[in-house]
């Protein structure tokens, strides 16, 4: 989670970290908390090998990046993507393709060119790809009304799934690429490190209180896999860092700020002389070239990659993880992506648990519950698609603006802080916002500087994120949005503090 | 397999698209958003009439081809999609306050609850309606066309379905409340037309045909939970180039991407097909790309002429 220097820090001073954070803050905190501890108890209980922790925690990563590209695109510019999984899927195949061992172009290449090993320039082909695809469906569409890029998208999608399904002699079919190598598997040194690495058994512990409850703990070895999914999260933690700095950086800088406008007004963009096509263009390129990493990165964790890889669901569960989220929230995007492996895993788990038939014998009359309930458990995957909608319903319903709304990461860092001197509350929902003596002290000393640039860069961005949502962009009488009220918000605080420095 | 045949086996398509894209295009206009539950709707409507069909059986006699329980189950199916439909619209659609696009992404989520709901009662297997494949119409098979009664039958159905809803759009009360309602729906308010009972009919109408087409989709083909979302882009597609909004523009798009779903192996066998061109001419392209053919006419149609064929001149 990132903070503006304004806040409590969470390490010196955890109850005021905590006070400062608002109620949906503290219910994401609680849930990423809870979350984490279920993973934890099922790797310590043996429930969950720990391979196979890992391989979650980089499908997490995996999905943050995937939501960090659809941020830039639906988040910051408003463009409705459904060929997320179509990005994913180049990214995956561009690689794949180049690294396979059944892959129908280039199996068996050496797996060092030159000085690289193949998956850096696997990275290079499969963000290359995205790149290509994303200006060819951009051209005829970003000029068009929102939803038709939502239509054209998820058409272009499918055109993109079914050659990979259908031209077997590039991508072999539907039978998928094998024998991907693990991204460090062929590096010189790096790839021999996990079996080098020593391997721990874990002797197992029986805890509890003896005679009431006990249950067995531990008990497994981490071994040569383990220490290369450990490698894959690695990895994926550095994409996913430097993917989160960039677009902190971006989304702050003026081109950040054209994109706002965009999202909440075209025409008055188009008014102020900004080129909105290009611009649209390049938000869309760059957040496709994200989900083509995100895909990079699966191939190489995945080690298979299948045309099922780009069914149309990969692209709505990376849409939950960005709505749920908040849209144009990278803090909401990262819990987005646990919200996923929690609903994959969560039905996963649920349905395996439950007794194939009903515990309780039913009177015959009731015989058709029995049968229900069967078919139900029988056909348990599609809760996960149940889930998916219900989700998608339910925030569009009683929360369109997310869970996490963008609203500090809107502003510069010192520009939050100079409004936190002057103006007090930052965040509108905020209840107790009485920082310490300690704290006052430095903001104030840290803010004074640069606080008549930043406070114009603020105002700029009242002007920009304050008018009508994009939600709502083809109606210009619907400008009452929930999202509306978190950017104004966050606008007004910015004004406030350049006010006051007036 | 001659080009005749080509034209009969795209006009049963064309039908089911058509009785799909003019729901859609309805609802486009009138609730003013890109329904993306609408080929789930279909999917819904085929299930109802696979139950329906399954109590009632097959009620003694057949009009071509189909048993008259068939008809029942068809008249089922349309009923149910439009009942889910005008509650999903009160409970789902109608409390939310997030615009077109907001509604937009709304009705995915309402298309994953369909989909998974049916899933989960029915399995994702493929099944049928159950009634005994016909041979083709004898007195056709000189002529190099291969059509069942049961093809004929959709045809038939299609056509009485369209010109139903175009009688009531033209002459009925109703229908110009929906026209003015499609057209503006502030001035149609000002007017006194009660917008808000129009959309509950827009909804009745056009995810009854929905429910129609579903059932004849299951006929044509099979019945699978994923059959309505498959065909939506192909919907949709036909509905963009027809012109969002306009019924008559989504008609002749219907069957303008039936046709061209269904001849997809006369584009890669041309040169066998036309006269005075060798015989090995064609764009080599499988059938398994005739949807993706469909959305490629869509994305040129939509760069070429944003409104669509037959749409307004202004968005």
């Known amino acids: 989670m990132t903070e503006t220097d304004a806040r409590p820090s969470v390490t010196s001073d955890p109850r005021g970290y905590w006070a400062a954070l608002t109620g949906a803050e503290r219910g994401v905190a609680a849930f990423v908390a809870a979350m984490l501890v279920l993973l934890l108890w099922g790797l310590v209980s043996g429930g969950l090998g720990p391979t196979y922790f890992m391989y979650l925690v980089g499908l997490v990563g995996m999905y943050i990046l995937l939501s960090f590209g659809l941020n830039v695109q639906w988040g910051y510019a408003g463009l409705i993507n459904f060929s997320v999984a179509a990005f994913f899927g180049l990214g995956a195949y561009g690689t794949a393709l180049l690294t396979a061992t059944s892959s129908p172009l280039t199996g068996g290449m050496d797996p060092i060119l030159g000085f690289f090993p193949v998956p850096i320039v696997g990275i290079f082909v499969g963000l290359g790809l995205a790149a290509v695809l994303a200006v060819v469906i951009g051209i005829p569409t970003l000029r068009l009304r929102a939803d038709y890029l939502a239509i054209a998208s998820l058409g272009l999608a499918e055109v993109v799934r079914l050659v990979m399904l259908n031209q077997r002699d590039w991508t072999n079919g539907s039978a998928g690429l094998r024998g991907i190598p693990g991204f460090f598997d062929v590096w010189p040194v790096i790839g021999d490190l996990p079996q080098t690495l020593p391997e721990l058994r874990f002797q197992e512990l029986e805890v509890g209180l003896p005679g009431v409850w006990t249950t067995r703990i531990l008990g497994f070895t981490i071994g040569e896999s383990f220490w290369s999914q450990t490698m894959n999260v690695l990895l994926v933690t550095v994409f996913v860092a430097v993917t989160y700095l960039v677009l902190r950086r971006v989304h702050q800088s003026p081109w950040g700020r054209v994109l706002r406008t965009i999202r909440s007004d075209e025409d008055l963009a188009e008014a102020l002389g900004k080129d909105t096509y290009s611009l649209k263009m390049q938000s869309f390129v760059l957040g496709s070239v994200i989900m083509a990493l995100a895909g990079v990165f699966y191939a190489h964790l995945n080690l298979f990659v299948s045309p099922g890889d780009l069914n149309p669901i990969n692209t709505f569960y990376v849409w939950i993880a960005v709505i749920l989220g908040g849209s144009g929230s990278n803090r909401g995007a990262m819990f987005g992506g646990f919200v996923i492996i929690a609903i994959q895993e969560g039905t996963r788990f649920i349905g395996g648990a439950l007794p194939e038939s009903l515990p309780i014998d039913m009177p015959s009359f009731l015989g058709f519950v029995e049968s229900t309930y069967t078919t139900v458990v029988d056909n348990f995957a599609s809760t996960r698609l149940l889930a998916v909608g219900i989700i998608i319903i339910l925030v569009m319903r009683y929360r369109p603006e997310g869970v996490l709304p963008p609203q500090r990461e809107l502003i510069w860092p010192s520009a939050a802080r100079t409004a936190d001197v002057s103006g007090g509350v930052v965040t509108g929902s905020q209840v107790d916002d009485s920082p310490g003596p300690d704290d006052e002290g430095q903001r104030a000393h840290d803010g004074v500087e640069d606080t008549v640039h930043d406070a114009d860069d603020a105002t700029d961005d009242v002007e920009s994120t304050g008018g009508t949502d994009a939600a709502d962009g083809n109606q210009p009488d619907g400008g009452t949005d929930a999202t509306d009220g978190a950017d104004a918000n966050a606008g007004d605080d910015a004004t406030r503090g350049g006010d006051d420095d007036e | ?315």
């Open chain 2, 1 to 315: 397999m001659s080009v005749l045949e080509f034209v009969a086996n795209g006009l049963v398509f064309s039908s089911i698209i058509v009785l799909a894209s003019i729901g859609l295009s309805l609802v486009y206009s009138i609730a003013d958003f890109a329904n993306f539950a609408h080929g789930d709707t279909m999917t819904v409507g085929a299930y109802a009439a696979l139950v329906t069909f399954g109590t009632v059986g097959t009620l003694g006699g057949t009009v071509l081809g189909l048993p008259y329980g068939f008809f029942v189950a068809l008249l089922a199916g349309t009923l149910v999609a439009a009942l889910v439909a005008v509650i999903t619209h009160k409970v789902i659609y109608e409390p939310v306050d997030i615009g077109s696009i907001g509604l937009l992404i709304t009705s995915i989520g309402v298309a994953f609850v369909y989909r998974s709901v049916i899933r989960m009662g029915f399995g994702a297997d493929f099944t049928e309606f159950g009634i005994q494949v016909l041979r083709p119409i004898e007195a056709l098979l000189p002529y190099g066309v291969r059509v069942t009664e049961h093809d004929v039958a959709i045809v038939v159905s299609a056509v009485v379905l369209v010109a139903a809803l175009h009688v009531v759009l033209q002459y009925t009360d109703l229908g110009r409340k929906m026209r003015a309602t499609a057209d503006n729906p502030d001035l149609a308010r000002v007017s006194g037309i009660r917008t808000n009972r129009i959309e509950i009919w827009t909804w009745i109408i056009g995810a009854g045909l929905a429910g129609a087409g579903g059932g004849f989709l299951g006929l044509f083909n099979q019945l699978s939970p994923r059959m309505g979302f498959d065909i939506l882009l192909v919907v949709f597609a036909a509905v963009i180039l027809g012109g969002i909004g306009s019924v008559y523009g989504a008609m002749l798009g219907g069957v303008l991407i039936g046709m061209i779903n269904q001849m997809m192996p006369l584009i890669s066998n041309f040169g066998q097909y036309a006269p005075l061109v060798p015989n090995e001419w064609g764009i080599p392209i499988g059938i398994e790309y005739a949807n993706a053919v469909a959305f490629v006419i869509m994305v040129v149609v939509l760069l070429a002429r944003p409104n669509g064929i037959m749409g307004e001149s202004a968005t």
